[in-house]
C-alpha cells in the first residue's frame, strides 16, 4: 500500500491508565503496583509504530495526572496524538491483578470517563483522508453512545475518502450484551475491508460460528470482494478467508507470562505485514509472531517487537543472542 499524506493508520478509541501488581496474590494495603497506559486501539498504534509505520491515535483523557501518562507514553512510542483533554471529566483506569500465577483479573473504571466521552468533534475529516487505513474495535461503540456516534462517523469518512476501514470485535461483556453487540458492530463489519475475530467474537456477527468458523468467516468475507476476515484461535494460530481462499497459520510456541494485548498485538501485526505489501500467508505470520511476542511478557503491549527483532522467536529455545 502507498502511504500518502504521512499516516499509515490511524485508530481511535478509549486509551486508559493500567495500573498493575507487581506480585502474584490478592491486592492489599501497601501492595505494590506499576503504572502504565492500556487500550486496543493504542496498543495496536504503539505495535505498528514499533515495526516503522506511521500511527495516529484519536482520544480523550481527563485533565489530570493521569491523562498526562497517556500521553507522554503514546508520545514515547512515537505514535501521532490527536487528543481531547477533556476539563469536565478524568481519565479512564484500569486494574490487572495477578490473582494467580496464571489468572489475571482486570477491572475497569471508565463509565463516565474520558474515553467514554469521545464524541463525533472529535473526528478529524482531514486525518481520516490522509490515512491508509482506519483501524477501530468493537469496544469503542460499547462505551457510550456518544462514542459510538464518533466510530460511525470515522468509519463515513473512510468509505468517502477511499480510507480502507479494519474492524476487530474485541468483544467485552462488562460493556454489553452479545446481541447488543451483534446488533452494534454487524453493519460495521459488512462496511469494513478488514475484520478481526475470535471465533467467540464471529459468533456475534455470523450466527453458527463457533460449529463451523470456516464456514461463518466465507459468509463475512462473501459479500464484498478483497474483504478480509481473519480468525484468530490463540496458541493455535489463526486463519483468513479472502474472496473464497482460506490461508492458515500455525502459532508460535513460547512461554506465555501474559495473555492479555495477544489480540492487538496480532492486528497490529498483520496490518504491519498489509502496509508492507506482503501477502496473506506473511500476514498471518508476522501476526502470530507478534501476539507471541506480547503474551511473553509482562504487560498489554510492552513486549512489542521492533522490525529489527522480527525473526527472534524462531531461534531455539532459552536463546541468548549476542
Ligand atoms: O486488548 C487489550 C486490552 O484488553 C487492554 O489493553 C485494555 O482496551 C482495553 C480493554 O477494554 O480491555
Redesign the pocket.
Known amino acids: 500500500m502507498q502511504s500518502q499524506g504521512g499516516i499509515d493508520v490511524v485508530t481511535l478509541g478509549?486509551t486508559?491508565v493500567?495500573l498493575r501488581s507487581h506480585t502474584v496474590g490478592p491486592l492489599r494495603s501497601r501492595s505494590l503496583l506499576e503504572i502504565s497506559v492500556?487500550?486496543?486501539e493504542s496498543?495496536v498504534a504503539i505495535g505498528l509504530s514499533r515495526l516503522g509505520h506511521r500511527a495516529t491515535w484519536v482520544g480523550r483523557v481527563g485533565a489530570d495526572y493521569l491523562g498526562e501518562v497517556v500521553l507522554a507514553q503514546l508520545r514515547a512510542e512515537d505514535v501521532q496524538v490527536h487528543a481531547h483533554v477533556d476539563q469536565e471529566t478524568q481519565t479512564s483506569l484500569?486494574l490487572k491483578v495477578r490473582r494467580t500465577a496464571d489468572v489475571h483479573q482486570?477491572v475497569?473504571y471508565r463509565r463516565g470517563l474520558a474515553g467514554s466521552r469521545l464524541s463525533q468533534a472529535d473526528i478529524d475529516a482531514d486525518i481520516i483522508r490522509r490515512a491508509q487505513l482506519l483501524h477501530i474495535t468493537g469496544?469503542t461503540p460499547a462505551l457510550s453512545h456518544q462514542a459510538s456516534n464518533a466510530v460511525v462517523k470515522a468509519v463515513e469518512l473512510a468509505r468517502e475518502s477511499g480510507t480502507a476501514i479494519s474492524l476487530d470485535v474485541?468483544y467485552?461483556s462488562s460493556l454489553w450484551s452479545p446481541e447488543e453487540a451483534g446488533t452494534a458492530l454487524r453493519p460495521l463489519a459488512l462496511m469494513a475491508d478488514l475484520v478481526f475475530a475470535s471465533v467467540r467474537e464471529l459468533e456475534l456477527l455470523e450466527r453458527g460460528a463457533s460449529e463451523d468458523p470456516l464456514t461463518a468467516a466465507r459468509n463475512l468475507a462473501a459479500s464484498r470482494r478483497g474483504r478480509q476476515v481473519v480468525v484468530k484461535q490463540s496458541s493455535n494460530g489463526a486463519f483468513v478467508v479472502m474472496d473464497g481462499a482460506v490461508t492458515t497459520c500455525d502459532g508460535f510456541r513460547v512461554r506465555v507470562v501474559d495473555p492479555?494485548?495477544a489480540?492487538?498485538a496480532f492486528v497490529a501485526g498483520y496490518l504491519s505485514a498489509l502496509l508492507d505489501g506482503l501477502p496473506l500467508p506473511a500476514r498471518l505470520q508476522r501476526g502470530c509472531e507478534t501476539g507471541a511476542f506480547v503474551v511473553s511478557t509482562d504487560g498489554?503491549w510492552e513486549g512489542f517487537p521492533r522490525r529489527a527483532e522480527l525473526g527472534l522467536l524462531a531461534l531455539d529455545e532459552e536463546s541468548t543472542v549476542r
Open positions: 478509549e486508559l493500567a492500556a487500550g486496543a496498543n484500569m482486570v475497569y469496544i474485541n467485552r492479555v494485548g489480540g492487538d498489554d
